[in-house]
């Protein structure tokens, strides 16, 4: 151990009682996966509700997570180390005001970088709190999200009032009008995955349209999000840095003692989550929308969290979490009976749940799961459709509901949320 932590090695590969564990949580996750596709096959054909897992459903979904899968790989940075970082929301604000300033003077790609830049300053005033004076993580990340508000209000009535060009329209509290970084479609194969979606076949008719969404207009950023996932697990888990901050995050006193400087990689982490939730708000604002305005991220930084800690501090868990809050966030775009039917996947998830309760010994959790699948059950059957108004909280309705039922599984980093000091290894 002493060796992995003090010697500059490229890579490191992972103990064998890690790459077992890695393999069993992979595969869990990929029977979930399955098994969620098919349950959502089985209510599209039940109800007739074919838009439930469409092409622009799942486009819809896309884009919806991206954001929130930002600020999830921004809290697993920073909360790896031992620093929880609250200030998300915060950092993803300030990022929409940057990519909104630097898209409209230098161009979308540039306006990504800005946004990267302003997270990286939120985050970088994070670190001095938490890591250099010892302020109380929680206490310092609400900081964050006020001055973030705050601050993104006071720039757009500064730099954006007086604007009106071909190149955006501004105003008081926004900057409409920007360009975007640019999308890709596969041609031909886009074509035949749509085609095939839309006959409506069981199962294979849902993977057609998941892949065609993946294939056709998908945003350049949505791909730099995918790539950043699988570079996130890359780096946490197969490089020494990797290691070396990971370990802060579990015994910071005896990384010091093997020689890593723990202040180092804990600035480090935080300055690279802030980055992080700066470019989801930078997808807020130049892809999920074409322009800023303030209160745009809407709490998609805490949702982020959430996602992260269902995902139990892992980029697969963060990204399947992530999905089905993106999911659930873009129900709003929905018609009503795609609505309705979802009602039945939820009896039906809640029921499973509840047999998995059960045979686990857990009767008690068992009782209260299966009671909520009865209640969706005659939801769906008693009614024809669901109020606009709990469509709209729905994503935090499911955060609550998810973290609920969650909480028993969860192993967050041992020395995550305390105060260091330099030395206290001696």
């Known amino acids: 151990m002493s060796a992995l932590l003090s010697e500059p090695t490229p890579a490191v590969p992972a103990p064998r009682g890690d790459q077992e564990r890695g393999r069993r949580f992979a595969s869990v ?50 909360e790896r180390a031992g620093v929880v970082n609250i200030g998300l929301e915060g950092q993803m604000i300030l990022g929409t005001w940057g990519a909104a300033y630097f898209t409209y003077w230098y161009g979308p790609w540039t306006g990504i970088m800005g946004a990267i830049l302003l997270g990286a300053i939120g985050g970088l005033i994070h670190a001095i709190a938490t890591v250099t004076f010892g302020v109380d993580h929680i206490v310092s990340g609400v900081a964050i999200n006020l001055i973030g508000l705050g601050l993104a209000a006071f720039l757009a009535e500064a730099f954006f009032s007086d604007l009106n060009s071909s190149r955006g329209t501004g105003g008081q509290n926004k900057l409409t009008g920007l360009d975007n970084p ?133 980029p697969g868990g963060i990204l399947l979490g992530s999905g089905m809050f993106g999911y659930t966030d873009s129900l709003r775009l929905r018609d009503a009976s795609t609505i309705h039917a979802l009602l039945l996947l939820v009896a039906i998830g809640l029921a499973v749940f509840a047999v998995l309760a059960l045979r686990g010994g857990k009767r008690t959790r068992a009782i209260v799961l299966g009671v909520g699948a009865v209640l969706f059950l005659l939801w769906f059957l008693l009614t024809d459709e669901v109020p606009r108004e709990f469509t709209s909280m729905t994503p935090y309705v499911a955060t609550l509901l998810v973290l609920a039922f969650a ?13 260091y000091r330099k030395g206290s290894a001696g």
């Open 407 to 419: 909480a028993q599984r969860l192993r967050m980093p041992k020395a995550d949320g305390q105060i």
């Open 182 to 314: 640019g999308s890709l479609t596969i041609p031909g194969v886009s074509d035949a995955l749509t085609s095939l979606g839309e006959k409506h076949w069981f199962l294979i008719s849902d993977v057609a349209s998941i892949l065609a969404a993946l294939t056709t207009r998908i945003s350049l950023v949505t791909l730099l999000v995918f790539a950043l996932v699988a570079l996130t697990a890359f780096v946490l888990w197969r490089t020494t840095f990797g290691l070396r901050l990971r370990s802060c995050g579990e015994n910071p006193q005896a990384a010091e003692s093997l020689g890593v400087n723990v202040l180092l990689h804990k600035y480090a982490a935080v300055i690279i989550s802030g980055g992080f939730a700066g470019l989801g708000g930078g997808y807020l604002a130049l892809v999920s929308a074409s322009g800023f305005s303030t209160g745009q991220t809407n709490g998609r930084g805490y949702i982020g969290l959430a996602a992260m800690i269902f995902g139990n501090w892992r």
């Open 29 to 78: 996750w990929l029977l979930v996966t399955l098994g969620a596709l098919a349950a959502v096959s089985l209510v599209r054909v039940l109800t007739g509700a074919d838009e439930i897992d469409s092409r622009g459903s799942v486009a819809a979904a896309i884009t919806a997570t991206c954001p929130i899968l930002l600020a999830a790989l921004g809290g697993l940075w920073s």
